[in-house]
């Protein structure tokens, strides 16, 4: 190999000799090498001409590339750049332009229309999954069952704590919810927060000690413990209120499913009878458009029903 | 002497040399006008300095390596700006040191995150993520709750951030600038001689961690976290008009 080099004139060695006869080749770049690396420099002079690239004094060379969308009415063109660019994509984007046309005839629509439409129905189960999963997962959970039961209310039962009208869910969405049960640990003794949770429990049919129950009646519909406030004197609940309905075997703060015997179901009412409820659902008007918030009210109902 | 490729090549300094002067052009033209081309960075209202709850939440944000996994950075795409909401502005982050983007989202991004969710859900996820999503990798940070906030360096660490440009309020002068600017309400949580009552008086005026008796790190990081993306009302600027700063 380093004869055949040798013997051609054109490779030149770069002078120097290590232990007497060992020599460094010179040869010229590969052309492979070369011609990549001038496609790269040529690159640079395209990339430099139509986009944004140079600082001149106190601003830029624009670049020739543009971007046209509209602003209030008018057609702007301006020179290329990510934000014309997103503005562009969301006035007439292929994509954009597909949805938009579901979403304003989705708007335009009643709640009756779109439940009764199979086009506008698919298009809501799709979007509403994805916007349900940006917004509301977090806390109700991927598909509407949050991961445990207290905090954050089920969404796959059909109880609803603020109603579950289309106008009741998206008013809920809109405006957020304050959910908000006293302490009544601060308020009444052990003792009778004992004899409430046996009465609030056979409300539902459960299995409870009955003169404890009868004494927890007396608080529960009378001005001590005053629950039928809020709850109403049969204990089915008040939606303005929030206030859940407890004759239903649906716990949506107790984790009475949880407990495995009687004692532990006792117990689980108890201590949300003693701590209250203070539980809080941002408004989503300035995060979602009136027509997502739309759309998510028909998902989550068809979540519970 | 001739510059020719291998008088260069054999010339170690010389190589040196027009190595640091090749590098430095590249360096030069894009830093260097960060410095003077100020129409980059959009006139909005509402950006603020973080107050000094927000500030020692933001401390502990960095302390826990929160950015490793979470930018707060939202670009200009369609998918993001429909996941995350709008594209953050240079603006918003101009009193951040040191600024929060980034693009290895291992979590998702968190620039809009203020108000998204409660406090309660953010105390709860912040001490054990799984308990409200059963899917998240992301690690338990139960300590939050369990120590209590240190704020007795409070003034220092706004003096050292003042030192880089953020308009915390040392004299009288400068608290009245900051009433001209932020207004006075805000202008007082500004001021470093009020620095640990301010502190004091926000961690009480919201219950952050689900306890007001105590005030924990968990409070400043909700405090913090609940803020993120606030600032500016978008609802006051037409989208072009943001366009026009690039």
Redesign the interface.
């Known amino acids: 190999m380093a004869e055949q080099h040798q013997q051609g004139k054109a490779v030149q060695t770069?002078g120097h000799a290590w232990d007497g006869d060992l020599q460094e080749f010179n040869n010229p770049l590969p052309r492979w090498w070369l011609w990549s690396f001038y496609a790269t420099a040529v690159f640079a002079l395209i990339y430099w001409i139509w986009y944004?690239a140079?600082?001149i004094a106190?601003?830029?060379t624009k670049g020739i590339g543009s971007v046209t969308?509209e602003?209030?009415g008018e057609e702007?063109t301006?020179h290329w750049?990510?934000?014309?660019?997103?503005?562009e994509?969301?006035q007439r984007?292929s994509?954009?332009l597909k949805q938009q046309a579901y979403l304003e005839k989705v708007a335009a629509a009643s709640y009756d229309e779109i439940v009764n439409d199979a086009d506008m129905m698919a298009f809501t189960r799709s979007l509403g999954k994805v916007l349900f999963a940006?917004?509301c997962?977090?806390?109700h959970?991927?598909g509407g069952m949050?991961?445990?039961i207290g905090?954050?209310p089920n969404l796959i039962d059909d109880a609803w704590l603020w109603g579950g009208e289309f106008e009741q869910i998206q008013q809920t969405i809109v405006g957020g919810r304050n959910g908000f049960m006293p302490a009544f640990g601060e308020v009444l003794d052990d003792r009778q927060v004992d004899q409430l949770a046996h009465y609030v429990l056979s409300l539902s049919g459960g299995n409870v000690d009955a003169d404890k129950a009868a004494a927890g009646r007396i608080l529960f519909q009378g001005q001590e413990g005053g629950c039928h406030y809020c709850h109403t004197a049969s204990g089915k609940g008040l939606e303005s209120q929030g206030a859940a309905n407890l004759t239903d075997a649906i716990w949506t703060v107790a984790d009475v499913p949880g407990a495995t015997d009687d004692r532990g179901r006792i117990d689980a009412v108890r201590k949300v009878i003693a701590n209250g409820v203070?539980?809080?659902?941002?408004g989503w008007s300035?995060?979602l458009d009136p027509t997502q918030i739309k759309l998510l009210s028909i998902y989550v109902q068809s979540l519970g029903g | 002497m001739k510059l020719s490729h291998e008088s260069i090549e054999?010339n170690a300094g010389l190589m040196i040399v027009l190595t640091l002067i090749a590098i430095s052009i590249g360096g030069l033209?894009e830093i260097?006008?960060l410095y003077?081309?100020?129409?980059t960075i959009e006139k909005v209202d509402g950006v603020r300095p973080y107050t000094p709850l927000e500030q020692r939440g933001r401390d502990i944000y960095i302390r826990e390596g929160c950015y490793t996994c979470h930018s707060q950075m939202i670009?200009?795409?369609?998918d993001e700006?429909?996941?995350y909401?709008h594209?953050s502005l240079a603006a918003e982050s101009k009193y951040d040191h040191p600024f929060q983007w980034g693009s290895k989202r291992t979590g998702p991004d968190l620039a809009r995150v203020g108000?998204?969710?409660?406090?309660?859900?953010h105390t709860?996820?912040l001490a054990n993520p799984?308990?409200?999503?059963?899917?998240s990798i992301m690690p338990n940070y139960p300590w939050l709750l369990e120590h209590e906030l240190d704020y007795s360096d409070i003034a220092d660490r706004m003096r050292a951030l003042k030192v880089v440009g953020v308009p915390y309020s040392d004299t009288e002068e400068e608290y009245l600038a900051n009433v001209d600017e932020f207004g006075p309400a805000m202008a007082e949580l500004l001021d470093i001689h009020r620095a640990e009552e301010s502190l004091l008086a926000q961690a009480q005026s919201e219950?952050w961690d689900g306890d007001r008796t105590r005030l924990t790190e968990m409070d400043a990081l909700v405090a913090y976290l609940q803020v993120l993306g606030t600032m500016v009302d978008f609802?006051k600027y037409?989208?072009?008009y943001?366009?026009?700063?690039?």
């Not at chain 1, 750049?81 to 503005?87: C, K």
């Not at chain 2, 670009?75 to 369609?78: A, I, L, Q």
């Not at chain 2, 108000?115 to 859900?121: D, H, L, P, T, V």
């Not at chain 2, 799984?130 to 899917?135: A, L, N």
Request: hydrophobic share 30%.
């Open positions: 770069t944004p140079w600082p106190d601003s830029f969308f602003r209030n702007v301006t750049n990510t934000r014309a660019e997103l503005i994509e969301m984007g994509e954009t940006d917004n997962a977090a806390c959970g991927v949050p991961a445990q905090q954050f203070q539980r809080q659902m941002p300035e995060r | 054999v033209v260097v006008p003077y081309i100020q129409d670009r200009p795409f369609r700006h429909m996941r909401g594209y108000r998204k969710y409660s406090n309660a859900w709860q996820h799984r308990s409200v999503v059963p899917e219950d609802s037409d989208e072009g943001f366009a026009e700063f690039r």
